[in-house]
């Protein structure tokens, strides 16, 4: 796509002159006065970029690699939210562009979906389990409801990517290597299984070192933005810190009967919540990619601030491992979770198939979803 576009315009042009270059990000910022755009690139770094009478502009459609169907545009068609490949020179802070070609976000958002529909269908999530350096081979933990036993991924030819610590978004991970794989991370592969079944052939991986965990709240400090709660599983006191970077939601009743109804797919309707009927959970997916419907649900929810927290509210949050354990910065803090936790209570006189107290269903593991 764009990125490929980069590659084959920067080989071009440095043999001609050593000193033009390119680079690629999504638009966070615009000046139409000064005709100036600030991208950030995918390895986090802010830029802005100039331009001037002479810059020329184009726009492609999506999954286009080179400029056969560019058309031209004026630099006032460029918006936030577009993704941007520069092509010119640096001086000092500033990036002097001779040339721009822009992917719409329209076009980005619509390569997203279809890159989220890919990933449903031919992606798989787990727990690093052993490395093996020689043969670049991870043996992996499948996780996620109806998941079971190992898979042997092979990386070869994938593409690694690493997640930011402080976000769960594909688009902000950072490019990486099989080097920087640890035992214990949690793993998204992209790819094809084998005729057996043994083996996966990926051609993307992106890892973390990330935990989820279920909470309740004890107390709500707002000067300090922080959160005092108990684990669910441990009983263990933690803090839980809020950043601008946290993102926070609510799951409302009809939510939690939805989600409910995903956490246990694999058991009778009738047990899952009784006599109730859980609303659709958009679009049915295999039951090992689970946790990704319930993530895109909740990512739907409107978002809430702290000041909307109080105690007794149960929460799944997700942060990056950290050493002390009785200290977590939220990425993601769902509120909610026991009304998820009663609709999958079995009716009176049913049998218990889940310990509220037991912690979290499989469904809240947001660290291993794309």
Known sequence: MI??????????CAAQQNALESVVGTVTDIDQNGRNTTIKTDTGTVITLKTGDDTI???????????????SIQFKE??????????GTRKENQFLAQRLVVLAKAEVDKKREGDLDDWRRRGIGGIVKDLNAQTGQVNLELRGAG?????????????FRRYASSSLRFEDAQPSNFTELNVGDQLRALGDKSADGASFKAERIVSGAFRTIGATVTEIDLQRNEIKATSLEQKKP?????TKDSVLHRIPPPVALAIAQRAMASKPASAAAGSAQPPPMQKAAPAANQSIDVQQVIDGLPKISVVDLKAGDVLAVTS?????????????????VDLVLKAMAPQPGKPQVVRLSAGLPSVFDFSVVQ
Not at 57 to 71: D, G, M
Not at 147 to 159: C, H, Q
Not at 320 to 336: F, N, P, Q, R
């Open 147 to 159: 998941s079971g036993g190992r898979l042997v991924i092979l990386t070869a030819k994938a593409d």
């Open 320 to 336: 990056a491992i950290e050493k002390d354990g009785s200290y977590m910065t939220a990425i993601k803090l769902v509120a909610g």
């Open 238 to 242: 933690i803090v839980i810190s809020i």
């Open 3 to 12: 990125a490929a576009i980069a590659l084959g315009a920067g080989t071009v």
């Open 78 to 87: 460029i918006a936030v939210g577009d993704r941007v490949l520069g092509h």
């Open 57 to 71: 502009c184009l726009r492609i459609p999506a999954n286009e690699k080179t400029l056969a169907k560019a058309v």
